[in-house]
């Protein structure tokens, strides 16, 4: 058996959601559950102007694709895509899509949030705010809740 | 030994350059031999890597804890904690 | 503060989710997390033809929007939409949405999840096989890890 | 008492109509007793209600448990376990 390839993009243009699942689920009859998550940028009360996504090129995709490639051993997924876009991101706008299809809803939402979980913590990309007020605010930390999130999955 | 070195974020911008291609003397073995070399460089290196615990790095492009060996390097990315998704 | 209220349909036809998730995300910058889940029909290998989807009118609507209000109340969901269809499917085609925004992920994954765990246990819809082979296949049997997915939610 | 009966699924099908309008004598107190009493008007309800204990009710499009008084039901639903989603 040839094992499922991801999709994996890292683009400056928006995506679709009604199109990128269609590239998972189109002509088959055996997909009973799909769960996308996308992540969007917020103003944080009014503050945040926009993010500046950047990106460790080629990398960037590596990663992606190890993590998609052991939600879908782990999961037995039946399709995976994952979309990261870069450059500067308006309140409102999308940041990144993940979308898992499986036979059945859990390993769906479960490979959906490891996909995410681990992505925040591993793929290589950086947010640097850019402020209401016209500064150019600091570059966003990373957080503890995130490794926590991730080390969830890595419980025995 | 001649390597190219790739920086982001914040570590890009306190270096003030994207990429650079140095030359790293023989008792550079590991990252963590790297990041200190690198901080002898001069000021803007000292500023980027002033607190080397929290920088994380990259050996052809796959991440790698600071005690890795460096030998064979074709790149090596170093930049602060990922923060997408 | 007014309550957010969700949005509730059961219809025959189809749903197309950049639309339904536009309906929720629209002219807002303080969501930065959509799920969404799609229930889908599986062809059981080849064995199945379609799907029939009986319901309850009103008492369904009446369930999921139950439902939903829990969920919101308690992942602090800023939108949430359920949509079941009914009739003849066949397999391939949708049967249900929910899509759960909140300003962070686990908000709106565990949002969709805990939905769709209820509904599959308390909204008053049915299943009948229609069989591949010509014949009416049985009504699809409750299932008791259905039930486990559900009171997962219920432990204190 | 009268009130209004609907059936959904297997149920429907082996009583063999959507709903009906009955009229309950009044020992009938509960949900249960109202299955009980059901039972007794013909094989098709015989068939329907053989197994009570799965059976779901709903009062006024409502989930009740089988314990429930039905007094001042506008309308009762019986129905087998959910299987939507």
């Known amino acids: 058996m040839v094992a499922l390839k991801p999709f994996i993009r890292v683009q400056r243009e928006d995506f679709d959601l009604q199109t990128e699942i269609a590239m998972l689920t189109e002509g088959r009859q055996d997909i009973g559950a799909v769960v996308t998550f996308t992540g969007l940028?917020?103003?944080?009360?009014?503050?945040?102007?926009?993010?500046?996504?950047?990106h460790y090129p080629g990398m960037a995709e590596a990663e992606m694709a190890r993590i998609a490639e052991l939600a879908i051993a782990r999961f037995s997924l039946l399709g995976l895509s994952a979309v990261h876009r870069y450059g500067k991101i308006a309140p409102g706008e999308n940041?990144?899509?993940?979308?898992?299809?499986?036979?059945?809803?859990?390993?769906?939402?479960?490979?959906?949030?490891?996909?995410m979980d681990f992505l925040k913590t591993a793929a290589p990309f950086?947010?640097?705010?850019?402020?209401?007020?016209?500064?150019?605010?600091s570059w966003v930390a990373a957080k503890d809740a995130d490794d926590a999130a991730r080390d969830?999955?890595?419980k025995p | 030994m001649k390597v190219k070195l790739v920086y982001f974020a914040w570590v890009r911008e306190r270096i003030d350059k994207p990429e650079e291609e140095i030359d790293i003397p023989e008792t550079v073995v590991t990252g963590r031999d790297l990041l200190n070399h690198l901080k002898t460089l001069g000021e803007e290196y000292e500023a980027a890597l002033q607190y080397p615990e929290v920088i994380r790095l990259a050996i052809n492009q796959e991440h790698v804890d600071h005690d890795e060996?460096?030998?064979?390097?074709?790149?090596?990315?170093?930049f602060?904690?990922?923060?997408g998704g």
């Open chain 1, 95 to 115: 940041i990144v899509l993940v979308i898992a299809a499986a036979s059945h809803r859990q390993a769906a939402f479960d490979g959906a949030n490891f996909v």
């Open chain 2, 80 to 83: 602060p904690p990922m923060t």
């Open chain 1, 126 to 137: 950086w947010k640097k705010e850019h402020l209401a007020n016209g500064s150019t605010g």
């Open chain 2, 69 to 78: 060996p460096i030998a064979g390097a074709r790149e090596i990315g170093i």
């Open chain 1, 152 to 154: 969830k999955w890595l």
């Open chain 1, 41 to 54: 940028c917020r103003d944080e009360g009014g503050s945040l102007n926009a993010l500046e996504l950047e």
